[in-house]
């Protein structure tokens, strides 16, 4: 069974930063897009980055461009997503989730995939 594993979501102050990671038990990434995702409470889910199977092709929201970068190494079957600059709005659960044959458009824009992590919870406070 596939899993999908977030890590690295905490508590930081406005104007912090955060590195968020993506494991996937996926045998091979190669032909998956992946998706950052996050859902605030009372909000719907937004895609927030997305990053294509091997060109590296990505999307950003709007809300996050310049500050958020999303990267991924196939080799460790992991992705990442750099969070620097943080606002409070940008506190929500954080989903990373991946889907075969998709562009990174219709991955964040659409916002289903076929396999999901749990989520990390990433608060901006002072």
């Known amino acids: 069974q596939v899993q999908v594993v977030e890590s690295g979501g905490g508590l930081v102050q406005p104007g912090g930063s955060l590195r968020l990671s993506c494991a996937a038990s996926?045998?091979?990434?190669?032909?998956?897009?992946i998706g950052w995702f996050r859902q605030a409470p009372g909000k719907e889910r937004e895609g927030v980055s997305c990053?294509?199977?091997?060109?590296?092709?990505?999307y950003y929201a709007d809300s996050v461009k310049g500050r958020f970068t999303i990267s991924r190494d196939n080799a460790k079957r992991t992705a990442y997503l750099q969070m620097n600059d943080l606002k409070p709005e940008d506190t929500a659960v954080y989903y990373c989730?991946?889907?075969?044959?998709?562009?990174?458009?219709?991955?964040?824009?659409?916002?289903?995939?076929?396999?999901w992590g749990q989520g990390t919870q990433v608060t901006v406070s002072s």
């Open positions: 990053i294509s199977s091997s060109d590296g092709n990505t």
């Open positions: 989730a991946a889907q075969a044959s998709i562009t990174v458009q219709g991955l964040c824009v659409r916002t289903t995939a076929k396999y």
């Open positions: 996926i045998f091979t990434l190669d032909y998956w897009t």
